[in-house]
């Protein structure tokens, strides 16, 4: 048997592709992850998946109980002040437990630029390695800059600025050069870095052979597209409302975007081609990862999406030492002319590019405000337009249950004084079916009181016409069959 290995952020962009490749590969492995419930849905029932949060250090050491190597994937996506201390507990915590279990090596993934050059949150991450090699345990850490492949933050980026832009305001980012690499090749290098000797700690900076600027991959994707896009320079454009302007134009919203701005302000490009020596690994250029990014982008269905990490919406909120009220319920059923699997159908598409079923126009002035109020808007879409797996991203929406033609529930992620779910349920009801749409709202004080009932009229309205186009879907798609 292969030695365990344990991995971090199986329900990020890179874990959970990792994940996949270490299966493949039949790679003894163990999953740790703060909702187990939410990643097993989604995994092979062998793959051994243990309750534990980075900042709760029991659980981190009885995660790591009998591994041999172990893949720190986690950051913190918060932007509140104390995200720093955050990263930092979380990396003495594990490296703590690592030194216990006698762990052989922990495999880091990190960005490229020296540490003057940074932005706060990828400093933070240069921080952590550096607390993860105090442990004594030897470290591999690969620093790249951009990574593409479908789905990637920053291939979303791309991909939605030049598919709706036909004239673009290009700020100075756009001329700052990078070495991006492409997912594939990045999951090749984790995977390498299991076999490698090592006696202590290395650092690896990995890219691809070409050295070019977001204008340049834009024009890129651009040309592999067919899209003819015009690109105005322009020398000043503020990193805030740049971000702003990626909120409003890509899936990114305002938090997610300044991020991603704060790191591309420096160039990132390899100095150091070390990883070409160590590893078997020869990356492919950026013409040929976006073609294969686009192959998955014509598939209609990319295999992660950096929303579907479990932290794109920002930390989980805590509400230890919150009391809710109790719990508002608004529930209403339909009968349609249909059995449950075309009933379900309509209900499992719902979101994305097939919409709401009734006043998309109000669905996307709710999400305009949540943008506002630093939320995550409408922008995210979904996965796939047909299939749903729980954890997945449905617009302003996650998936925490999902049972097959009989029952979705989606939790609220945006900007709310208090928590909120909608639930459909569908039964067999003689010659037909009964849909049951339930929308549920757990209050903070007055301020989510307000909320609800202030809102139940405009509610009232919308949830009534949805119920009603889902059914009148449903009928549709039974007249086909």
Known sequence: MKPLILLTGATGYIGSRLLKLLESENHSFRCIARRPELLRKRIGSQIEVVPGDLLDRESIERAMHGVRAAYYLVHSMDSSHDFEETDRQAAENFGYAARVWKVKRIIYLGGLGSS??????????????EILRQSGIPVIEFRASIILGSGSLSFEMIRALVERLPVMITPRWANILVQPISIEDVLQYLIHALDTDISRSFIYEIG????????????????????????????????????????????????IGRKLLDSIRHPTIVQDDEASRKFPVRPVGVR??????????????????????????????RWGGVRFGNRLIDSRRIHVAAPPVA??????????????????????????????LGGVSMRRGRRDSEWLRVGDIVDCWRVEALESEQRLRLAAEMKLPGRSWLEFEVTEDGNGSVIQQTAMFDPIGLQGLLYWYSAYPLHHFIFAGMLRGIARAAQGTARKR
């Open 288 to 317: 040929e990862a976006i073609a294969h990014a686009l192959q998955n982008e014509e598939r209609k269905y990319a295999e992660t999406h950096w929303a579907d990490a479990l932290s794109s919406a920002g930390p989980a909120p």
């Open 343 to 372: 009933a379900f159908t309509p209900i499992r598409r719902i979101g994305g590019s097939t919409g709401w079923y009734y006043s998309n126009w109000l669905w996307t002035l709710r999400g305009w405000i949540d943008l506002l």
């Open 208 to 255: 691809g052979p070409d050295r070019v600027s977001y204008g340049e991959l834009m024009r890129e994707y651009a040309r592999q597209r067919g899209l003819r896009r015009i690109m105005i320079s322009v020398p000043v454009y503020p990193p805030r409302l740049s971000s702003f302007w990626l909120g409003l134009v890509t899936p990114l919203y305002a938090r």
């Open 116 to 129: 003057s050059e940074l932005s706060p949150h990828l400093r933070s991450r240069q921080q952590v390695v």
